[in-house]
């Protein structure tokens, strides 16, 4: 018979078992090395900014330059912040998901012969009333309660001289 105070076998394996546990996870500790204390380096990296094109502007000082100068800054403006999402910073229009989900490209605005198939009265109307497909829907946007009919023609000017520029060494978008 066993005596007051022996425990049985199953409870004597169990208290092994959680020394040996309890043992190993002591060896582990004192086996493991300190972790090496990382300094943080007190510069924090540039923000990335967007590679817009380089499209030439015209330098002259008489009102004509200075108005078509005022117009490609405006119209860039416009493009970088309402139209990149979709047409991309460089107009190439193939860097997202939903242009390619609409079944075909886009013009890619900055290739002269696929622009040259545009006139300024096609371009004007696609911008200000959007684009649809064979269902009706709206593939790009209308922007006629967004931009005024000047603003419109300021995206145009920039637009035509997305071939002339220069393409930057890398497109963040
Ligand atoms: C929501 C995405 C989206 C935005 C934002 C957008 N577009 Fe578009 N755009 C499209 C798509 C898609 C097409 C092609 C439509 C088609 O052919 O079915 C298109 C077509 C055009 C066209 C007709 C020629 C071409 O590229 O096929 C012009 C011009 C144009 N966009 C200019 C602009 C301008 C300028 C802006 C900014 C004011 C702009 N788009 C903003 C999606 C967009």
């Keep these: 018979m066993e005596g007051y105070g022996v425990l049985p076998t199953s409870a004597r394996v169990i208290i092994w078992c959680c020394g040996l546990l309890l043992a190993s996870i002591v060896v582990v500790w004192f086996v493991t090395p ?13 923000v990335p900014q967007p590679q817009v094109p380089q499209v030439p ?46 079944g075909h490209k886009p013009a890619d605005h900055s290739d002269l012969t696929a622009m040259q198939r545009l006139s300024d009265t096609e371009f004007f109307l696609a911008l200000r009333d959007g684009v649809r ?24 000017t920039y637009v035509r001289r997305l071939p002339l520029a220069e393409s930057p060494a890398s497109s963040i978008p």
């Design 57 to 102: 502007l015209p330098t002259g000082s008489d009102p004509e330059s200075v108005a078509l100068r005022g117009a490609i800054l405006n119209g860039e403006r416009i493009y970088q912040r309402l139209c990149y999402h979709c047409h991309g910073r460089q107009g190439k229009g193939d860097n997202n998901a939903y242009m390619d989900s609409i």
């Design 34 to 46: 300190a972790p090496q204390s990382t300094t943080i380096s007190p510069q924090v990296s540039p």
């Design 133 to 156: 497909d064979k269902r009706g829907w709206f593939t790009m946007p209308p922007w006629a309660s967004v931009l005024t009919p000047t603003e419109m023609w300021d995206v145009i």
